[in-house]
């Protein structure tokens, strides 16, 4: 049987295979090597396999939520976007001229001493308030009073020379009369009483003068001011020719503010000040622009201008009662220029920048049926019919509590072009034209609006609106 079958198999071409036989004579099947690297392409081709088909489902889901979403949006209808509301208001503006500014004592003294000698004792503290003749340091006095009383011994001297010449030129006058004396004699004596005369009046001169000098071994405030740091310890020898002083004593009630103001605004000035006859109010203000430190008055306009920054040099004075400002300090100053009498301001942040310049969000009639109009807490109606809209994702606004979007009116809103002044003050804008007092605009929120969007006022301190940069329509 099988030698029957190798025959079979051996006539048959496609089937002939060379066999090995063992000791019995069975065929032994020739072993062939494994390929290498079969199973980890297996592997690799699997994964990618079934990355295929993960991202496959994933991307089939997406579209089915998306579509889901689309068809829920347009059930729902318009978005309603939440958004804080202001009113325009009108009021007396103040103009403003802005600048920075140091500030000056009214008076600085550097105190000398005016005669040599040693410093015998320092009268004031460092940062002590003294007035005008308190006593700030006593020199050794002993010196100027000894050349004061030498000075009146000398006179007392003369004055008895003087006296014996005045008797004898008594004498001289009967002499002469009689002629006795020749006109010599009579002359000479003469000369001799008026020379000790003179003598006596240097003498009293000197005697005035050794009084000034020890005068001013006491060394007294010429102003009224605040001690600085002492310059010369007690002890010392000090001389009138000294460059450092004792101390600098500076004026701080009033004080000054030294300011620069651009040279184009010197016109505006000029008439402004022309046409109120009076002196323009000045304000000093923090380097934070918010802290006011003082008010006070303009004082000097600077005679010339800086040709090297065009600018103006102006100073203002300040009672500076609370001690606000300090010498050395610098801050910000605003001069007053005018007040705008019932100008239209709004709230800064309501002012939106476009490409045809500045804009606001002016809240018009609502959209849909009437209802009963309620009151929210800040003032913005609400309407029991009309649309109603879902509440925003995240909200938690409980029911039928200020905020709940079904007691609220749905409104909508236009862009309004509006012209803005340049100073905006406190947080408010002036607008020059655009708007009317009483008009209601968006104050935040309108980062999601659009001309003709429909929104709902939240409250402003109840509900919280996100708000985006403001750069204009979205």
Request: hydrophobic content about 40%; glycine content about 10%.
């Amino acid at each position: 049987m099988l030698s029957d079958k190798l025959i079979q198999t051996e006539s048959q071409p496609g089937l002939r295979k060379m066999t090995d036989r063992n000791a019995s004579g069975q065929a032994i099947q020739p072993t062939q090597p494994a390929k290498p690297g079969g199973w980890g392409k297996t592997f690799v081709i699997s994964a990618l396999c079934l990355v295929v088909v993960v991202a496959g489902i994933w991307l089939v889901r997406r579209r089915q939520a998306a579509t889901a979403n689309t068809a829920g949006a347009a059930r729902m209808g318009p978005v309603v976007v939440p958004i804080v509301a202001g009113i325009v208001a009108q009021k007396d503006v103040p103009i403003y001229m802005d600048g920075l500014g140091t500030v000056q004592a009214f008076n600085t003294v550097t105190v000398h001493v005016r005669v040599d000698g040693q410093l015998k004792k320092v009268a004031f503290v460092e940062g002590q308030d003294v007035h005008v003749g308190d006593v700030l340091a006593l020199i050794d006095p002993d010196p100027y009073q000894a050349a004061l009383e030498q000075a009146k011994a000398k006179k007392a001297q003369d004055q008895a020379q003087l006296a014996n010449a005045q008797a004898d030129m008594k004498r001289e006058v009967d002499l002469y009369a009689a002629k006795v004396d020749s006109q010599q004699v009579y002359d000479t004596q003469k000369a001799l009483v008026d020379q000790l005369a003179a003598a006596v009046q240097a003498d009293q001169a000197g005697i005035d003068s050794a009084q000034v000098n020890l005068n001013y071994t006491t060394v007294t405030s010429p102003i009224e001011g605040r001690t600085g740091i002492r310059q010369v310890d007690q002890g010392n020898i000090v001389h009138a020719a000294d460059t450092g002083g004792l101390v600098v004593l500076t004026q701080l009630k009033p004080i000054s503010v030294v300011f620069t103001l651009p040279e184009q605004d010197l016109e505006d000035i000029h008439k402004e000040m022309a046409a109120s006859g009076q002196a323009l109010k000045v304000l000093a203000v923090g380097r934070d622009n918010s802290t006011l430190l003082g008010e006070g008055i303009l004082a000097v306009i600077d005679n010339e201008i800086d040709p090297s920054t065009a600018t103006l040099r102006l100073k203002a004075n300040f009672p500076n009662e609370n001690l606000g400002l300090w010498p050395g300090q610098f801050v910000n100053t605003r001069l007053q220029l005018t007040t705008r009498k019932d100008a239209l301001v709004v709230p800064a942040a309501a002012i939106q920048r476009g490409p045809d310049g500045a804009y606001v969000f002016v809240i018009t009639n609502a959209k849909g049926g009437k209802g009963s109009a309620g009151k929210h807490p800040d003032g913005s109606a609400t309407a029991e019919a009309g649309p109603k809209s879902r509440p925003a994702a995240g909200a938690t606004t409980p029911p039928g509590k200020p905020g709940d979007s079904a007691n609220q009116e749905i409104l909508s809103v236009k862009i309004q072009p509006v012209t803005v002044a340049a100073q905006i003050e406190a947080g408010e804008a002036l607008v020059e034209s655009g708007l009317k007092k009483g008009d209601r605009i968006v104050v935040d929120g309108q980062y999601k609006l659009q001309d003709g969007s429909q929104v709902k006022i939240s409250p402003a301190k109840a509900a919280k609106v996100d708000s985006g940069p403001e750069d204009g329509i979205q």
